[in-house]
């Protein structure tokens, strides 16, 4: 049999040029509509709305290009039959199957091509849409101050009179110093809980190379914040004076989402669940709890053995723990440390901030004595570059200058003091926070931890969101694969609705097309969302849709080869 190749030529070229002009028409509609609420927000100036327009047309079409496919084989294939072609060619011995060829390899060219854009293209340009919206840290906090606004930074509100940024001089991140700063944290019901003053603060942003990095970690930045002698208001416990050290870390968001993953990527967050931020920030929290039970244990022998321990903050100062021990009571978050002999006080040690490398100098230690002290874990520090670390805080403290304690001068006395972010020299933990998800949750297992209320929840929290990572990579991964088909289904079926209603106005052959195509749509995007949530069987809805429009088309080819 004879192929024939000029009606094929003819509805190719049909085809194609009806796609392509409503493909074109309908993704610019539809970019315009996803960057007009940014430019009208402020935050795209004219250039970067037409470079946002740009970077939105390979997204786009994920959405476009099907229904710009059906709609042209609509058209084509509606003007072959009202021009009486189809029937001249079923005149000349030209099968239907010949005829709706053309469409047949459109539907799979623009399949393939569409499976590709998803895969490859889509994912890196939704990247380059997400920064051009999506601010640095360092700018916001510095235009914020700048427009006199408060900014929120690990559980406080931070404001100062005015900011300078430092340059990148030793390669280890850039700087900022704020001066005249002020910060309040409140509780949940909205009451100031604490207030905080400076005349000067070094906020520092590390590089996802001064942080922990791990293959199984995604990329980092380390935000700390350093308020020099500051003074801290609490209601109820009077004032407390010193150095205070807030920390906090930010994920890159592209781990957040495997829409901005590519194919390949994608197959292997299965295998590495821990690049994607959500299941790795509940890794770390679990981790640092499993870190804290092994921190405290340290503290808690070295106490009973020694009687003393030290500690360090980021600055380098030490703090020498002098008590008999530590133990956790009513069931709180606190480790309570307990004196050396009954009756005593908590001694505690700090010494001067090292300069340059150099061992403090003894003379500028600061002796602590208090009634009572206690250790508490940084949930909210659990990112930090430095793992776990801990909050010692004491009451009833009278403060001493080790030079002057001969001459038994004091230095004041306070309802309570605290002091953030201290780690132990031994960096023990440091395997446990580097662990992977399942292999964490193998070490709690094997440590029979398990049995530790908070860290049975954190455990089944941290497996639920590995669970629901798995599901999601599937969902999108089919989500794809339904949209590409959907695709040549959708071509397939303009076509031979067009054959069947040949003597129906074009619009109203299209609806008949139309409508089916958007019950794929709808039913792909929910069936996504349904596997994500609550399971495999949600791939049923996914794939309901795209069978129901090849069924359709299937249903009106069997009607136009019986007539």
């Known amino acids: ?62 959405y476009a290009l099907p229904f ?37 390899m459109t539907g799979g060219i623009l399949a393939i091509v569409l499976w590709i854009l998803a895969g490859q293209v889509i994912p890196r340009f939704l990247r380059h849409m997400e920064l051009m919206i999506t601010e640095d840290a360092k700018k916001i906090l510095v235009a914020s101050i700048k427009a006199g606004r408060s900014v929120e930074f690990a559980g406080k509100m931070i404001q100062a009179s005015r900011v300078h940024e430092l340059p990148d001089t030793d390669g280890k991140g850039s700087r900022i110093v704020l001066v005249d700063v ?76 495997p829409k901005f993953l590519t194919t390949g990527e994608l197959a292997e967050l299965p295998d590495h669940p821990d690049r994607n931020n959500v299941v790795d920030g509940n890794r770390r929290r679990v981790a640092a709890m499993v870190a804290e039970r092994q921190v405290i244990a340290t503290i808690s022998q070295t106490l009973r053995k020694d009687k003393h321990i030290t500690v360090f903050d980021p600055d380098g100062r030490e703090y020498t723990i002098r008590a008999g021990g530590i133990e956790r009571r009513g069931g709180g978050t606190r480790w309570e440390l307990l004196p050396i002999a009954p009756g005593k006080d908590i001694e505690v040690e700090q010494s001067a901030v090292p300069v340059q490398g150099r061992k ?89 931890l398990q049995s530790d209320p908070v860290i049975k929840v954190g455990a089944a929290e941290l497996l639920d969101r590995v669970d629901n990572l798995t599901r999601n990579v599937i969902s999108k991964q089919h989500e794809r694969v339904a949209d590409a088909v959907a695709c040549m289904v959708m071509v397939f079926a303009g076509a031979v609705t067009s054959m069947r209603l040949s003597n129906r106005m074009p619009l109203t052959v299209y609806l008949w097309s139309f409508f089916p195509a958007l019950l794929a749509v709808v039913t792909i995007s929910s069936g996504q969302q349904t596997t994500r949530h609550m399971g495999l069987h949600g791939l049923g809805v996914l794939w309901a849709g795209v069978a129901v429009v090849a069924a359709y088309a299937a249903g009106a080819y069997w009607i136009v080869r019986r007539h």
């Open 1 to 62: 049999m004879r192929l024939p190749l000029t009606l094929w030529r003819y509805a190719f070229g049909e085809l194609w040029r009806i796609i392509l002009i409503s493909a074109g028409v309908l993704v610019v509609v539809i970019s315009f509509a996803a960057t007009v609420r940014y430019t009208a927000a402020g935050k795209l100036g004219p250039l970067e709305t037409l470079t946002f327009m740009f970077y939105a047309i390979p997204p786009m079409l994920q």
């Open 68 to 104: 710009a496919a059906g709609f042209g084989a609509t058209l084509a294939y509606h003007r072959m039959t009202q021009d009486n072609e189809m029937t001249a060619a079923a005149a000349s011995g030209i099968s239907h199957r010949a005829i709706l060829a053309p469409a047949l």
């Open 182 to 257: 002020g910060a309040i944290s409140v509780d949940p019901a909205g009451n100031v809980i604490g207030e905080y003053f400076a005349k000067r603060a070094w906020v520092n942003f590390l590089t996802a190379a001064d942080g922990p990095e791990t293959s199984s970690t995604p990329s980092r930045t380390y935000i700390t914040m350093t308020m020099e002698n500051a003074v801290v208001l609490q209601p109820g416990e009077g004032i407390a004076n010193g150095n205070f050290t807030l920390g906090k870390a930010i994920s890159a968001s592209f781990n957040d989402d």
């Open 360 to 448: 403090p100098d003894p003379s500028g230690a600061t002796r602590f004595i208090a009634k009572t002290a206690g250790l508490t874990s940084d949930p909210a520090e659990s990112d930090a570059p430095t793992g776990v670390s801990l909050s010692l805080t004491m009451e009833n403290v009278a403060a001493q200058s080790v030079a002057r304690l001969n001459d038994n001068e004091a230095m004041g006395v306070s309802v309570s003091r605290e002091y953030h972010l201290l780690t132990l020299a031994d960096k023990g933990t440091d395997l446990v926070m580097s662990m992977p998800s399942r292999e964490l949750l193998g070490e709690i297992d094997r440590r029979g």
